[in-house]
């Protein structure tokens, strides 16, 4: 039986820089749950079935992969998915500090998966979800860093916050 391994994220949009991890995940792990969570910490601008629909058109073509919604501890749901990995993304030291403690937390919650840390190509470290949204919402163009339909739903949802998105203090 195959390593089963877990990509567990906001993905609010999935970016090319998530895409990638997604990319090198499943060259090591050939059956691969993205798991898209909710996080109380941040405002999704996009509803949970509209970010597995991004991420599920990201990923067309991709065998092994699936898509899953993930509520509660990330523990709980690794061992419900008899999972053995967890990948995380790191971009930069300051997202490392920030995994590290995580993953360490995680171990002591449990012992029966590992965490496997990537990076993604250099050409995304600097990507983030919340840059994306930002440039979308102030009517940038964002064709560099999500796919097409990402890009349509970004745009669609920038054109209700209102034109021009929120406006910056001075």
């Not at 560099?144 to 745009?155: E, G, N, Q, R």
Request: aromatic share 8%; no cysteine.
């Amino acid at each position: 039986m195959t390593t089963l391994a877990i990509y567990a994220g906001t993905f609010d949009p999935f970016t090319f820089g998530h895409l990638d991890i997604a990319r090198r995940a499943h060259r090591l792990f050939p059956r691969l749950v993205i798991a898209v969570t909710t996080n109380p910490e941040k405002s999704a601008l996009f509803s949970l079935q509209e970010r597995q629909q991004i991420i599920r058109d990201a990923t067309r073509g991709m065998r092994g992969i699936s898509i899953d919604s993930l509520d509660g501890l990330l523990v709980g749901y690794v061992r419900r998915k008899g999972a053995d990995v967890v990948i995380r993304g790191i971009r930069a030291l300051s997202d490392f500090e920030y995994e590290f403690q995580m993953a360490l937390m995680n171990r002591k919650l449990s012992e029966e998966f590992e965490t496997v840390f990537l990076m993604p190509h250099e050409k995304y470290s600097y990507l983030s979800s919340r840059l994306v949204k930002e440039i979308a919402l102030l009517g940038g163009d964002v064709s560099a860093f999500v796919t097409p339909m990402a890009k349509k739903m970004l745009k669609e949802r920038a054109a209700i916050k209102g034109a021009g998105g929120p406006r910056r203090r001075s």
